[in-house]
């Protein structure tokens, strides 16, 4: 039987009471199956940020496309996926990803903290990481893995529970474990620019604009965007285009009776084997074997 901690319980904790802002302003947890909340958004998550909520993805298995801070990543379950306060991110789920999206506060998180004494966890989850689970994680809590502590805390939704402060104490203990990955230097200039270029990207995937196109409107030079999407994501521009054109064209696969060279038109190719190429390229299948 799960042993409930209630939100009275974290509030009568003394190193909580020990803390006035921590004691007023808790916040709160939610659990919410990937398949309930991808399936409102075709499996794709707009780019957005959450001011004070801490967001965690437990992939049990599926691919994840996702542009987070200033990186691209490609990742496969199982893992956890780290999205830290203020942390813009972008997310395409393949659409048998099986998991979990736990969103904490900063305050319940803070509180979590406090109680563990077991270190300076917002530390640790400031930065957007992604952290493969493997043998080492297999029992990190307690003799139980992972998935089963998770499984423990979402049997009681919406509910502080002590498998819940278990399960969150396991996330910091396999990011503190992870191998430190090698940081790109990277400019505020050159974040900002490629931010701006990503959104318009979102505005203007479905037309024929080159990149000199989007360099116009952004008024910089090709050269400057290159060394920019390079340093930020490890990708030129118009990979990154024809990444988001990709993305489009797979939804229009899955989900409308379009036809493949309609599609291409869509997308901005005049030319429907150039698209089919491309997109062969970018998912190792032709547009046909997408269709359901």
Known sequence: ??????????????????????????????????????????????????????????????????????????????GVL???TNTTHQMSFSDETIGYLISISHGLLSAFECISGSGDWLTVLNQPSWNTLDAQHEAVVGGKTLWALYIDAIDHRLQLTANTLS??????????????????????????LVDAFLDDIENNYASSDTVANYCDRMNVTERTLRRATTACLNLSPIALIHKRKCLEAQRLLRFTPLSIAAIAHTLG?????????RFKQLTGKVPREIRP
């Open 1 to 78: 039987m799960l042993v409930q901690m209630s939100r009275e319980m974290l509030l009568a904790d003394p190193a909580v009471q020990s803390n006035p802002r921590l004691a007023s302003d808790l916040g709160d947890i939610h659990v919410e199956s990937l398949a309930t909340s991808l399936a409102r958004y075709d499996y794709r998550v707009p780019r957005h940020s959450h001011a004070d909520i801490f967001q965690f993805f437990i992939i049990e298995s599926g691919r994840v496309d996702c542009h987070l801070a200033n990186q691209f990543v490609t990742v496969n379950g199982p």
């Open 82 to 84: 780290v999205v830290p």
């Open 167 to 192: 399960f969150v104490s396991s996330i910091v203990t396999v990011c503190a474990d992870s191998s430190a990955k090698p940081k790109l230097v990277v400019s505020q200039a050159q974040q900002r």
């Open 269 to 277: 190719f005049s030319d429907p084997s150039y698209f089919s190429r």
